[in-house]
C-alpha cells in the first residue's frame, strides 16, 4: 500500500468524487456539490480510495466545516480518516479559520472516536443542521 493525499479541484474530479462518494456513502449521505469548498482524494498509487470535503461553516466567520469524509472499507482502520482530517485542518488554518465544525451518525462510532483522538469535543449547535440522531464536533485550531 502507498497512500498518497492530493488537494484537487472538485469540478475537474468530479466524477471520481462522485464515484467514491457513492461507494463510502450509498444513498445515505446527500451527494457532494464538486463546485463548491476544498476536496483531497487519498490514492493507493493510481487508485482513488477515500476523499475530503471542506466548506465555510454556516456557524460564523472564521469556522470551517468538514463536511465528508469517505474511506473505501478495505482501507478503513488505518489512519487515513485520521489523516484527512490533518489536511482539512491545515487548509482551514491557511484560511485564516480558527475552529472546525463536524458531525457523525450517532452509531458511527470509528468515526466518534477518531474525532476524539484528533482533539475533537461534542457540542450541541444553535441549530442541528444534520442527522436527527447526529453528534457534532468541535475543535479549536489556532
Not at 462518494?21 to 477515500?50: C, M, N, R
Not at 461553516?57 to 469556522?63: D, F, I, R, Y
Not at 482501507?75 to 485542518?89: A, F, N, S
Amino acid at each position: 500500500m502507498n497512500i498518497r493525499i492530493r488537494k484537487v479541484d472538485g469540478r475537474k474530479h468530479e466524477r471520481v468524487l462522485l464515484d467514491l462518494h457513492d461507494e463510502t456513502f450509498g444513498d445515505s449521505a446527500p451527494q457532494l456539490d464538486p463546485s463548491y469548498g476544498y476536496y483531497w482524494i487519498a490514492y493507493d498509487y493510481d487508485k482513488p480510495v477515500g476523499f475530503a470535503w471542506l466548506v465555510p461553516s454556516t456557524l460564523g466567520e472564521g469556522v470551517g466545516y468538514l463536511k465528508r469524509v469517505g474511506v473505501l472499507p478495505q482501507y478503513r482502520g488505518q489512519g487515513l480518516q485520521q489523516k484527512l482530517l490533518r489536511v482539512r485542518e491545515q487548509q482551514a488554518k491557511r484560511l485564516g479559520w480558527t475552529r472546525c465544525v463536524t458531525d457523525t451518525a450517532y452509531h458511527n462510532i470509528p468515526s466518534s472516536n477518531n474525532l476524539i483522538r484528533a482533539g475533537y469535543s461534542m457540542f450541541e449547535p444553535p441549530i442541528r443542521w444534520a442527522f436527527v440522531q447526529g453528534l457534532y464536533w468541535t475543535k479549536d485550531i489556532t
